[in-house]
């Protein structure tokens, strides 16, 4: 069982306050249950140094084993009154004279443990009545446990599918044309991250499950260099995303500075949530003093994008698909496109339309005075050898 949240934690806490003070008794505890284990998980006890979160015995010899067999009642005011119990190890604890047991089940009705109760002498005032109430502690119990296990499992799940990828080196990169669509002549090309089909999960997706369990620079650093390696295949610049987490690790400025920056266009996603501006640039200027350029992406599908391009002074503005599909029907798209124009060549920046998919969304986007563009009317993301140098004629999706 993977560690509790703190706030869960403290909730599975108080609710074992709870149990020992209602009942009078000495001691309560959580315990989870494995094929042969029983795990002490959380221990609220009179005598703290005696029960310590951690400890664990076989199932087999637990009381709480002997309840959910049925050997046992679940509430016994006197253990002793009971020949069963007298086999069991706990029995010949001398100060473990009375005892609560209830099942903590699940929503998908598999046991995960026991949550329970003790008393240091016989308590007589302890009847199957007190069930209710540990019932209740119980069931609450579960509703706290059950979203850490379900994170638990899908982290496994993220490590298992992403593990043979992080191996081998990264996911595969292919690269995306950025075509002058007047001239119709490639100008770069955006590297683009590609997993298993069988995943059937996008790339952003990919990413955002490998940060979930600590792997997220990792992942980023092994497509960079993937994205880099095309550098010596094909001409012209090279777009490589990073989110800027990741690019404020040392690793990555490490990586970064072995490049010939002067192909390289970093692109920003601006989904991404920038905490310290000043660290961020900080970190680019030697870069951009290199010749590094710098882009924010996904600009007119949100406002952070705004934020990012007066704070870092890009020198590449990439419109999102949302404002680029279908322009070349509706005023209202060029209208924003064409203010977006405005406030790139204020700030000196390039202006890059993404998701071009028809010849009208092409004219109506230079008509508005942006000139490059990338989409499925040039071509899909492919390998550096079948990349064009011109584009002339749409590739068919």
Known sequence: MAQQHPEAAQQLA??????????????AFLTRLDDTTQHLEAVESSLPDVFVAGMSQPRENSFCQAVLDGRLPPVMADV?????????????????????????????????????AAGFSATPELTTRDRALMDVLSHAASLIIEPGLREHARHAEIAERLGPVLDAGGPVVLLQPIVDMVSRRRVGAEALSRFPR??????DRCFADAHAIGEGHRLELLALRR??????RVPHYVTMNVSPATLLTRACTRLLQRFPL??????????????????????????RA?????????VGAGFSSLRHIVVTAPDVIKLDRSIVTGIGADPVLSVVTTSLVELARATGATVVAEGVETESDAAALTAAGVRLGQGWLFGRAT???????????????
């Open 14 to 27: 108080d609710l074992l306050r709870t149990a020992r003070k209602s009942l009078g008794l000495g001691l």
């Open 80 to 116: 002793t009154a009971y020949p069963e119990a007298s086999k069991l190890p706990g029995a010949r604890v001398p100060w473990l004279r009375s005892f609560v047991s209830v099942p903590v089940v699940l929503s998908d009705g598999t046991v995960y443990g026991t949550f329970c």
């Open 198 to 203: 069988e995943w059937d999960l996008p790339p």
């Open 227 to 232: 994205a880099a390696a095309h550098l010596e």
């Open 262 to 287: 002067e192909r390289v266009v970093l692109e920003l996603s601006e989904h991404e949530p920038v905490d310290d501006y000043d660290a961020l640039k900080a970190v680019l200027a030697p870069l």
């Open 290 to 298: 290199r010749g590094m350029r710098l882009a924010i992406d996904d």
């Open 383 to 397: 390998s550096p050898e079948e990349l064009r140098e011109e584009y002339a004629v749409a590739v068919s999706s």
